[in-house]
């Protein structure tokens, strides 16, 4: 799947593994919260995972990283070039910036998973893509949220593609049509990108409204919004 990844690997493990045989590798991105990657051994296969967050960066970096894996995994020391490039690439400030964005976003999300006690988001987000999308939205990581959130009932985020519905809404008092609206308001963020207009991000456009009206139980969605307000005495509370 990364054999392109995969041969930096390789080339870290014929430099510095000597004579060693070099084991098959497997190497995947992995949501960790925070700049954090693992390689292990096991079964005669080498399990790289990495951050996501580095997805992105250039092969002089990915080579280095590889490098710095493959020496901590056979105790060897790293190559200066490679371990600066990398350390050069951990500080620069926007990927730090996504790191902590990680660290503090996800220590927690990363626990909690789809299924509720009473709501699966995962099955409800495939009769939703089925249903309203052909099936064609991508499938992003959806969570209920860890903390019984009131204000803001679902969340997108679209760094990490990743829905979260606040669980006070994975309620048997909760109607299944209102926890699926909250859901379907989120998924239109995948399909409707945010648009910039005069440098300022308008998320909810004339085209997502459009879509959003298409539920077909909306106005009552709108109507149960209000009543929670109500009862919660509060503003009301909103799909982000
Ligand atoms: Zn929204």
């Known amino acids: 799947m990364n054999s392109d990844l995969e041969k930096l690997y390789v080339d870290a493990f014929r430099h510095l593994g000597g004579e060693r045989t070099v084991p098959p590798i497997d190497v995947r991105f992995y949501p960790y919260a925070g700049l954090h990657h693992t390689i292990r051994l096991r079964s005669g296969r080498a399990y790289v995972r990495l951050s996501d967050i580095c997805k992105d960066s250039p092969t002089e970096v990915q080579r280095a990283l590889a490098f710095v894996l493959v020496a901590r995994l056979l105790s060897k020391r790293t190559p200066a070039i490679h371990e600066r490039i990398y350390r050069d690439y951990s500080l620069r400030p926007e990927v730090q910036r996504l790191s902590d964005i990680a660290r503090r976003g996800r220590g927690r999300k990363m626990i909690s998973t789809a299924r509720g006690s009473v709501y699966d988001l995962d099955r ?48 048997a008092d909760v109607p299944e049509w209102f926890t699926e609206y909250i859901l379907y308001h989120e998924m239109l963020h995948i399909k409707h990108p945010a648009k910039i207009l005069n440098g300022r991000r308008y998320y909810h456009t004339e085209a997502f409204r459009t879509d959003e009206r298409r539920y077909p139980r909306y106005h009552e969605a709108q109507r149960w919004l209000e009543r929670v307000a109500r009862q919660q005495r509060t503003a009301r509370p909103r799909a982000a």
């Open 124 to 171: 409800m987000f495939a009769r939703l893509n089925k249903r309203y999308f052909d099936g064609e939205l991508p499938t992003p990581t959806i969570t209920w949220s860890k903390r019984r959130t009131r204000r803001i009932l679902g969340h997108h985020d679209r760094v990490y593609e990743t829905i979260t519905i606040s669980k006070t809404l994975d309620s």
